[in-house]
Protein backbone atom coordinates (compact mmCIF):
# COMPACT_ATOMS: atom_id res chain seq x y z
CA UNK A 1 0.00 0.00 0.00
CA UNK A 2 1.36 3.63 -1.08
CA UNK A 3 1.72 5.77 1.87
CA UNK A 4 1.09 8.89 -0.69
CA UNK A 5 2.68 11.66 -1.23
CA UNK A 6 4.89 13.36 1.57
CA UNK A 7 2.97 15.73 4.04
CA UNK A 8 4.09 19.60 4.04
CA UNK A 9 5.94 20.20 7.09
CA UNK A 10 3.93 21.98 9.45
CA UNK A 11 5.92 25.07 11.57
CA UNK A 12 5.36 27.07 14.38
CA UNK A 13 2.22 30.15 14.27
CA UNK A 14 4.67 32.28 15.37
CA UNK A 15 4.53 35.80 17.93
CA UNK A 16 2.25 38.10 14.98
CA UNK A 17 -1.37 35.84 14.32
CA UNK A 18 -3.23 38.80 13.63
CA UNK A 19 -5.79 39.52 16.24
CA UNK A 20 -8.69 40.27 14.00
CA UNK A 21 -8.30 36.09 13.19
CA UNK A 22 -9.23 35.38 16.82
CA UNK A 23 -11.84 38.46 17.41
CA UNK A 24 -14.92 36.99 17.99
CA UNK A 25 -13.98 33.15 17.81
CA UNK A 26 -14.44 32.54 21.34
CA UNK A 27 -17.86 32.39 21.32
CA UNK A 28 -19.74 29.57 20.25
CA UNK A 29 -22.80 29.56 21.20
CA UNK A 30 -24.22 31.96 18.52
CA UNK A 31 -24.31 30.91 14.93
CA UNK A 32 -26.22 32.45 11.92
CA UNK A 33 -28.19 34.49 14.71
CA UNK A 34 -29.46 31.94 15.67
CA UNK A 35 -28.64 30.50 19.73
CA UNK A 36 -27.15 27.57 20.32
CA UNK A 37 -29.35 24.85 22.04
CA UNK A 38 -28.51 22.99 25.45
CA UNK A 39 -26.52 24.21 28.43
CA UNK A 40 -24.26 27.24 27.44
CA UNK A 41 -20.90 27.71 29.72
CA UNK A 42 -17.55 29.41 29.95
CA UNK A 43 -14.46 27.34 29.30
CA UNK A 44 -11.68 28.78 30.68
CA UNK A 45 -8.14 28.50 32.58
CA UNK A 46 -5.01 29.41 32.04
CA UNK A 47 -1.89 28.30 29.87
CA UNK A 48 1.36 27.78 31.57
CA UNK A 49 5.43 26.52 30.48
CA UNK A 50 7.87 24.73 32.64
CA UNK A 51 8.00 26.84 36.13
CA UNK A 52 4.49 27.30 36.05
CA UNK A 53 4.91 30.64 34.23
CA UNK A 54 2.18 32.12 32.18
CA UNK A 55 2.44 31.85 28.87
CA UNK A 56 1.03 34.77 26.26
CA UNK A 57 -0.14 34.94 22.98
CA UNK A 58 -0.72 31.11 23.17
CA UNK A 59 -3.46 30.36 20.48
CA UNK A 60 -6.10 27.97 20.96
CA UNK A 61 -8.64 25.61 18.92
CA UNK A 62 -11.45 23.47 20.01
CA UNK A 63 -13.93 21.71 17.51
CA UNK A 64 -16.99 19.70 19.13
CA UNK A 65 -20.25 18.42 18.94
CA UNK A 66 -23.18 20.29 20.00
CA UNK A 67 -25.55 19.10 22.46
CA UNK A 68 -26.95 16.51 21.29
CA UNK A 69 -23.73 14.91 20.52
CA UNK A 70 -23.92 15.86 16.52
CA UNK A 71 -21.03 16.80 14.55
CA UNK A 72 -21.72 19.58 11.66
CA UNK A 73 -19.68 17.52 9.29
CA UNK A 74 -20.56 15.56 6.44
CA UNK A 75 -18.86 12.32 8.29
CA UNK A 76 -21.75 12.33 10.93
CA UNK A 77 -24.49 10.33 9.30
CA UNK A 78 -26.60 12.72 11.99
CA UNK A 79 -25.09 16.07 10.85
CA UNK A 80 -28.71 17.19 9.08
CA UNK A 81 -29.89 17.07 12.43
CA UNK A 82 -27.02 19.62 13.82
CA UNK A 83 -27.89 22.57 15.69
CA UNK A 84 -28.89 24.87 13.44
CA UNK A 85 -27.46 27.72 16.38
CA UNK A 86 -23.96 26.01 16.82
CA UNK A 87 -20.83 25.63 14.38
CA UNK A 88 -18.92 23.48 16.96
CA UNK A 89 -15.38 25.37 15.96
CA UNK A 90 -13.62 28.23 18.16
CA UNK A 91 -10.08 30.16 18.75
CA UNK A 92 -9.04 32.05 21.65
CA UNK A 93 -5.85 33.62 22.99
CA UNK A 94 -4.04 33.63 25.82
CA UNK A 95 -3.59 37.24 27.45
CA UNK A 96 -0.46 38.16 29.98
CA UNK A 97 -1.94 35.95 32.60
CA UNK A 98 -1.72 32.92 30.48
CA UNK A 99 -5.77 33.37 30.71
CA UNK A 100 -8.22 31.95 27.86
CA UNK A 101 -11.60 32.15 27.83
CA UNK A 102 -14.51 30.11 25.43
CA UNK A 103 -18.48 30.64 25.79
CA UNK A 104 -19.93 27.44 24.27
CA UNK A 105 -22.30 24.70 25.49
CA UNK A 106 -21.49 21.50 27.03
CA UNK A 107 -21.06 18.73 23.71
CA UNK A 108 -23.34 15.70 24.05
CA UNK A 109 -22.11 12.18 23.98
CA UNK A 110 -22.44 9.63 20.92
CA UNK A 111 -21.78 6.36 20.32
CA UNK A 112 -18.58 5.18 17.40
CA UNK A 113 -19.54 2.76 14.64
CA UNK A 114 -17.93 -0.01 16.88
CA UNK A 115 -20.40 0.95 19.16
CA UNK A 116 -17.82 2.81 21.95
CA UNK A 117 -19.99 5.56 24.12
CA UNK A 118 -17.77 8.78 23.73
CA UNK A 119 -18.39 11.02 26.70
CA UNK A 120 -19.10 14.73 26.69
CA UNK A 121 -15.79 15.88 25.26
CA UNK A 122 -13.69 19.15 23.81
CA UNK A 123 -10.87 18.82 21.31
CA UNK A 124 -8.72 20.98 21.67
CA UNK A 125 -5.29 22.38 19.71
CA UNK A 126 -2.52 24.49 20.97
CA UNK A 127 -0.24 27.01 18.50
CA UNK A 128 2.24 29.03 19.99
CA UNK A 129 5.68 30.11 19.71
CA UNK A 130 8.38 27.57 20.87
CA UNK A 131 5.86 24.74 19.29
CA UNK A 132 6.97 23.64 15.65
CA UNK A 133 3.97 21.75 15.57
CA UNK A 134 0.51 21.49 17.02
CA UNK A 135 -0.04 20.07 20.58
CA UNK A 136 -3.49 18.18 20.39
CA UNK A 137 -5.69 16.82 23.82
CA UNK A 138 -9.04 16.33 24.76
CA UNK A 139 -11.53 18.03 27.47
CA UNK A 140 -13.60 15.80 29.48
CA UNK A 141 -16.54 16.53 31.40
CA UNK A 142 -17.83 14.94 34.44
CA UNK A 143 -17.92 14.69 38.68
CA UNK A 144 -16.45 11.70 38.67
CA UNK A 145 -13.23 11.43 36.62
CA UNK A 146 -12.30 7.55 37.65
CA UNK A 147 -15.73 6.43 36.83
CA UNK A 148 -16.16 7.75 33.12
CA UNK A 149 -15.49 5.59 30.15
CA UNK A 150 -14.09 6.70 27.14
CA UNK A 151 -11.74 4.94 24.28
CA UNK A 152 -9.68 8.52 24.47
CA UNK A 153 -9.60 9.03 28.07
CA UNK A 154 -8.76 5.44 28.70
CA UNK A 155 -5.70 5.45 26.38
CA UNK A 156 -4.59 8.10 29.78
CA UNK A 157 -3.53 5.25 32.08
CA UNK A 158 -1.75 7.15 34.76
CA UNK A 159 -4.81 7.88 37.11
CA UNK A 160 -3.75 11.79 38.22
CA UNK A 161 -2.91 12.43 34.68
CA UNK A 162 -6.68 11.58 33.47
CA UNK A 163 -8.17 13.55 36.09
CA UNK A 164 -6.10 16.28 34.40
CA UNK A 165 -8.06 16.02 31.20
CA UNK A 166 -11.57 17.07 32.99
CA UNK A 167 -12.83 20.71 33.39
CA UNK A 168 -13.64 21.89 36.65
CA UNK A 169 -16.62 23.36 37.97
CA UNK A 170 -15.53 26.69 39.16
CA UNK A 171 -17.88 29.26 40.81
CA UNK A 172 -14.67 31.51 40.65
CA UNK A 173 -15.19 31.76 36.99
CA UNK A 174 -18.79 32.43 36.72
CA UNK A 175 -19.50 35.57 34.09
CA UNK A 176 -22.33 36.77 32.64
CA UNK A 177 -25.10 34.85 34.13
CA UNK A 178 -23.09 31.59 32.97
CA UNK A 179 -21.19 28.81 34.99
CA UNK A 180 -17.39 28.30 34.75
CA UNK A 181 -15.71 25.73 33.80
CA UNK A 182 -12.05 25.56 34.34
CA UNK A 183 -9.92 23.99 32.05
CA UNK A 184 -5.99 24.64 32.96
CA UNK A 185 -2.97 23.46 30.13
CA UNK A 186 0.27 22.83 31.37
CA UNK A 187 2.25 22.67 28.48
CA UNK A 188 5.22 21.35 30.34
CA UNK A 189 6.40 21.02 34.07
CA UNK A 190 4.38 19.48 37.36
CA UNK A 191 1.09 17.72 36.73
CA UNK A 192 1.50 18.42 32.87
CA UNK A 193 -1.27 18.08 30.75
CA UNK A 194 -1.34 14.77 28.64
CA UNK A 195 -1.09 15.37 25.07
CA UNK A 196 -1.89 12.80 22.21
CA UNK A 197 -0.07 11.23 18.98
CA UNK A 198 -0.51 14.52 16.51
CA UNK B 1 -28.65 14.22 1.21
CA UNK B 2 -25.45 12.55 0.37
CA UNK B 3 -23.88 12.25 3.31
CA UNK B 4 -19.87 12.11 2.62
CA UNK B 5 -20.04 14.90 0.69
CA UNK B 6 -16.04 15.43 0.64
CA UNK B 7 -15.23 12.21 0.02
CA UNK B 8 -13.98 11.25 3.23
CA UNK B 9 -15.13 7.50 3.95
CA UNK B 10 -12.22 5.95 4.62
CA UNK B 11 -9.36 8.31 4.79
CA UNK B 12 -7.17 7.58 7.19
CA UNK B 13 -4.48 9.79 9.20
CA UNK B 14 -0.99 8.48 9.95
CA UNK B 15 0.68 10.31 12.66
CA UNK B 16 3.27 12.68 10.96
CA UNK B 17 6.41 11.32 9.79
CA UNK B 18 9.61 13.17 12.28
CA UNK B 19 11.43 12.73 8.48
CA UNK B 20 8.64 15.19 6.52
CA UNK B 21 8.75 17.59 9.34
CA UNK B 22 11.02 20.27 11.49
CA UNK B 23 12.41 19.15 14.55
CA UNK B 24 10.16 19.73 18.34
CA UNK B 25 13.43 20.98 19.98
CA UNK B 26 15.42 23.68 18.43
CA UNK B 27 18.77 24.83 19.92
CA UNK B 28 18.70 28.79 20.75
CA UNK B 29 14.71 28.56 19.50
CA UNK B 30 12.94 30.63 22.67
CA UNK B 31 10.35 28.75 24.22
CA UNK B 32 10.97 25.80 22.58
CA UNK B 33 12.24 24.04 25.62
CA UNK B 34 9.80 25.33 28.13
CA UNK B 35 6.58 24.79 25.83
CA UNK B 36 6.98 21.04 24.68
CA UNK B 37 5.23 18.18 26.83
CA UNK B 38 8.57 16.34 28.68
CA UNK B 39 5.92 13.32 28.66
CA UNK B 40 5.50 11.02 26.17
CA UNK B 41 2.70 11.89 23.60
CA UNK B 42 0.13 9.30 24.05
CA UNK B 43 -1.43 7.01 21.51
CA UNK B 44 -5.18 7.28 20.83
CA UNK B 45 -8.11 5.80 18.43
CA UNK B 46 -9.24 8.28 16.39
CA UNK B 47 -13.07 8.22 16.11
CA UNK B 48 -16.05 10.60 14.48
CA UNK B 49 -14.99 13.57 16.95
CA UNK B 50 -11.60 13.67 15.67
CA UNK B 51 -11.43 12.42 12.10
CA UNK B 52 -14.58 15.52 11.40
CA UNK B 53 -13.51 19.07 12.11
CA UNK B 54 -14.69 22.44 10.61
CA UNK B 55 -15.88 22.27 7.22
CA UNK B 56 -17.67 25.23 5.33
CA UNK B 57 -15.83 27.70 7.71
CA UNK B 58 -16.37 30.42 5.56
CA UNK B 59 -20.19 30.72 7.00
CA UNK B 60 -18.24 31.38 10.06
CA UNK B 61 -15.74 33.58 9.26
CA UNK B 62 -15.25 36.08 6.61
CA UNK B 63 -13.13 34.33 3.85
CA UNK B 64 -12.40 35.33 0.24
CA UNK B 65 -12.12 38.47 -0.10
CA UNK B 66 -8.90 38.96 1.25
CA UNK B 67 -7.11 38.11 -1.75
CA UNK B 68 -5.05 41.51 -2.50
CA UNK B 69 -3.03 41.95 0.75
CA UNK B 70 -1.12 45.03 -1.38
CA UNK B 71 -3.78 47.62 -0.93
CA UNK B 72 -7.02 48.47 1.55
CA UNK B 73 -9.15 49.12 -1.61
CA UNK B 74 -9.48 47.42 -4.79
CA UNK B 75 -9.09 50.81 -6.49
CA UNK B 76 -6.61 52.54 -3.38
CA UNK B 77 -2.83 53.07 -3.85
CA UNK B 78 -1.04 50.34 -3.30
CA UNK B 79 1.81 49.59 -0.84
CA UNK B 80 5.55 49.80 -1.53
CA UNK B 81 7.72 46.89 -1.90
CA UNK B 82 7.82 44.00 -4.71
CA UNK B 83 4.57 43.49 -6.18
CA UNK B 84 3.84 39.57 -5.90
CA UNK B 85 1.14 37.18 -6.91
CA UNK B 86 0.94 33.10 -5.36
CA UNK B 87 -0.66 30.60 -6.31
CA UNK B 88 -0.95 26.67 -6.16
CA UNK B 89 -3.06 23.84 -4.95
CA UNK B 90 -4.30 22.41 -1.46
CA UNK B 91 -4.13 18.81 -2.43
CA UNK B 92 -4.49 15.63 0.53
CA UNK B 93 -1.51 12.58 0.48
CA UNK B 94 -3.16 11.14 -2.68
CA UNK B 95 -3.04 14.68 -4.43
CA UNK B 96 -6.69 15.03 -4.67
CA UNK B 97 -7.99 18.75 -4.85
CA UNK B 98 -8.93 19.97 -1.32
CA UNK B 99 -12.14 21.88 -1.96
CA UNK B 100 -13.19 24.65 -0.04
CA UNK B 101 -10.48 24.93 2.44
CA UNK B 102 -10.27 28.34 3.85
CA UNK B 103 -6.31 29.77 3.94
CA UNK B 104 -5.44 32.39 6.28
CA UNK B 105 -2.14 34.43 5.93
CA UNK B 106 -0.30 36.76 7.30
CA UNK B 107 3.05 38.28 6.92
CA UNK B 108 5.02 41.58 7.68
CA UNK B 109 5.64 43.98 5.04
CA UNK B 110 8.16 45.49 3.12
CA UNK B 111 10.68 46.88 5.23
CA UNK B 112 9.55 43.58 7.98
CA UNK B 113 6.89 45.04 10.49
CA UNK B 114 3.96 43.55 10.92
CA UNK B 115 0.51 44.46 12.17
CA UNK B 116 0.06 43.23 15.81
CA UNK B 117 0.81 44.95 18.94
CA UNK B 118 3.81 42.92 19.99
CA UNK B 119 5.79 43.41 17.14
CA UNK B 120 7.82 46.10 19.17
CA UNK B 121 10.46 45.89 16.16
CA UNK B 122 11.71 49.57 14.77
CA UNK B 123 10.61 49.89 11.32
CA UNK B 124 7.55 51.23 9.71
CA UNK B 125 4.04 50.28 9.26
CA UNK B 126 2.55 51.04 5.57
CA UNK B 127 -0.60 52.21 5.45
CA UNK B 128 -1.65 50.46 2.26
CA UNK B 129 -0.29 47.25 3.14
CA UNK B 130 -3.31 45.08 5.20
CA UNK B 131 -1.04 42.11 6.20
CA UNK B 132 -3.25 39.16 6.28
CA UNK B 133 -6.32 37.90 3.97
CA UNK B 134 -8.23 34.61 4.27
CA UNK B 135 -9.01 32.56 0.78
CA UNK B 136 -10.89 29.70 -0.06
CA UNK B 137 -10.07 27.20 -2.44
CA UNK B 138 -11.75 26.41 -5.56
CA UNK B 139 -13.28 22.76 -6.97
CA UNK B 140 -9.42 22.33 -7.98
CA UNK B 141 -7.97 23.09 -4.68
CA UNK B 142 -6.34 26.33 -5.84
CA UNK B 143 -5.76 29.79 -4.10
CA UNK B 144 -4.15 32.81 -5.12
CA UNK B 145 -3.53 36.38 -3.91
CA UNK B 146 -1.52 38.84 -4.27
CA UNK B 147 0.79 40.56 -1.88
CA UNK B 148 4.31 42.33 -1.32
CA UNK B 149 6.98 40.72 -1.05
CA UNK B 150 7.90 40.74 2.91
CA UNK B 151 10.76 41.93 4.25
CA UNK B 152 13.55 40.31 6.92
CA UNK B 153 13.16 41.20 10.96
CA UNK B 154 15.53 40.81 13.49
CA UNK B 155 13.88 38.34 16.13
CA UNK B 156 13.78 40.26 18.90
CA UNK B 157 14.44 37.53 22.53
CA UNK B 158 17.97 36.59 19.66
CA UNK B 159 20.86 38.66 19.45
CA UNK B 160 21.49 37.56 16.07
CA UNK B 161 18.31 35.74 14.33
CA UNK B 162 17.20 37.16 11.47
CA UNK B 163 14.09 35.55 9.94
CA UNK B 164 13.90 35.53 6.28
CA UNK B 165 11.53 36.71 4.23
CA UNK B 166 8.18 34.42 4.46
CA UNK B 167 4.12 34.52 4.73
CA UNK B 168 2.65 32.52 7.43
CA UNK B 169 -0.57 30.02 6.12
CA UNK B 170 -3.41 28.32 8.03
CA UNK B 171 -5.31 25.89 6.54
CA UNK B 172 -8.05 24.34 7.38
CA UNK B 173 -8.69 21.06 5.56
CA UNK B 174 -11.83 19.07 5.56
CA UNK B 175 -10.78 17.21 9.04
CA UNK B 176 -9.28 18.02 12.78
CA UNK B 177 -6.00 15.74 11.66
CA UNK B 178 -5.58 17.98 8.76
CA UNK B 179 -5.87 21.43 10.56
CA UNK B 180 -2.70 22.70 9.02
CA UNK B 181 0.11 25.75 10.08
CA UNK B 182 3.09 27.15 8.41
CA UNK B 183 6.00 29.18 6.81
CA UNK B 184 6.66 29.60 3.29
CA UNK B 185 10.19 30.91 2.65
CA UNK B 186 11.53 32.57 -0.94
CA UNK B 187 13.95 30.83 -2.75
CA UNK B 188 17.50 32.06 -3.04
CA UNK B 189 17.30 34.24 0.38
CA UNK B 190 21.07 34.38 2.21
CA UNK B 191 19.16 34.19 5.73
CA UNK B 192 17.38 31.15 5.01
CA UNK B 193 20.85 29.47 5.23
CA UNK B 194 20.46 30.40 8.86
CA UNK B 195 17.18 30.40 9.88
CA UNK B 196 16.78 28.03 12.68
CA UNK B 197 13.34 27.22 11.70
CA UNK B 198 13.73 26.24 8.34
CA UNK B 199 16.81 24.27 9.27
CA UNK B 200 15.20 22.30 11.94
CA UNK B 201 14.04 19.93 8.92
CA UNK B 202 16.39 17.81 8.22
CA UNK B 203 15.75 16.48 5.14
CA UNK B 204 16.51 18.70 1.84
CA UNK B 205 13.67 17.23 0.33
CA UNK B 206 11.35 18.00 3.09
CA UNK B 207 12.92 21.33 3.23
CA UNK B 208 12.22 22.32 -0.01
CA UNK B 209 8.37 22.05 0.24
CA UNK B 210 8.37 25.29 2.47
CA UNK B 211 10.30 27.20 -0.08
CA UNK B 212 7.91 28.88 -2.98
CA UNK B 213 9.10 28.78 -6.63
CA UNK B 214 9.75 31.27 -8.75
CA UNK B 215 7.67 30.95 -11.95
CA UNK B 216 7.81 33.12 -15.15
CA UNK B 217 6.61 36.09 -15.21
CA UNK B 218 5.26 38.11 -17.88
CA UNK B 219 5.90 41.43 -18.45
CA UNK B 220 3.43 43.93 -18.91
CA UNK B 221 1.80 46.91 -17.36
CA UNK B 222 1.71 45.42 -13.69
CA UNK B 223 5.36 44.70 -12.22
CA UNK B 224 3.93 41.61 -10.70
CA UNK B 225 6.45 38.73 -9.51
CA UNK B 226 5.34 34.94 -9.86
CA UNK B 227 5.53 32.34 -7.20
CA UNK B 228 3.70 29.09 -6.49
CA UNK B 229 3.70 26.48 -3.69
CA UNK B 230 1.29 23.32 -3.29
CA UNK B 231 0.06 22.07 -0.11
CA UNK B 232 0.17 18.63 1.11
CA UNK B 233 -2.55 18.13 3.66
CA UNK B 234 -2.30 14.88 5.33
CA UNK B 235 -5.01 12.53 4.65
CA UNK B 236 -5.08 9.51 2.35
CA UNK B 237 -7.67 6.87 1.06
CA UNK B 238 -6.32 3.48 0.57
CA UNK B 239 -6.19 3.21 -2.98
CA UNK B 240 -8.50 0.01 -3.78
CA UNK B 241 -6.83 -2.89 -6.42
CA UNK B 242 -7.13 -2.52 -9.90
CA UNK B 243 -8.28 -5.32 -11.91
Avoid at chain 1, 45 to 66: F, H, K, M, S, Y
Avoid at chain 2, 99 to 116: M, P, R, T
Amino acid sequence: MSKGLPTSPYCTIGPFFPGQFVEGCEDLTRFEGKTACGEHILLAGRVVEEGNLPTLNVILEIWQADANGVFRHPLDPRSGAADPGFFGWGRARTNADGRYRFRTVVPGSYRTEEGAHRCPHVNLMVLAIGLTRRLVTTVFFGDAPDNVRDPVLDCVTDRAARRRLFAVRDPALDAEGLPGYRFDIVLRGENETPFFVD
Amino acid sequence: MPQDLLGLTGVKYSPYEESTQLARYIQHYPRSFTRNPSQPLIQRPLTLSELTGPTGLDRRLNAGDGDDLSRRTPDGPRAIGQFISVSGRVVDQDGAPVAGAVIELWQANSAGKYIHELDRHEAPLDPNFTGQGRLITDADGEYRFRSIKPGAYPVMESEWWWRPPHIHFSIFGPSWMNRYVTQIFFPGEPLNETDLLLNAVQDPEARDRLIFRTTPTTVGKVNLLHFKLDFVLRGKHQTPALD
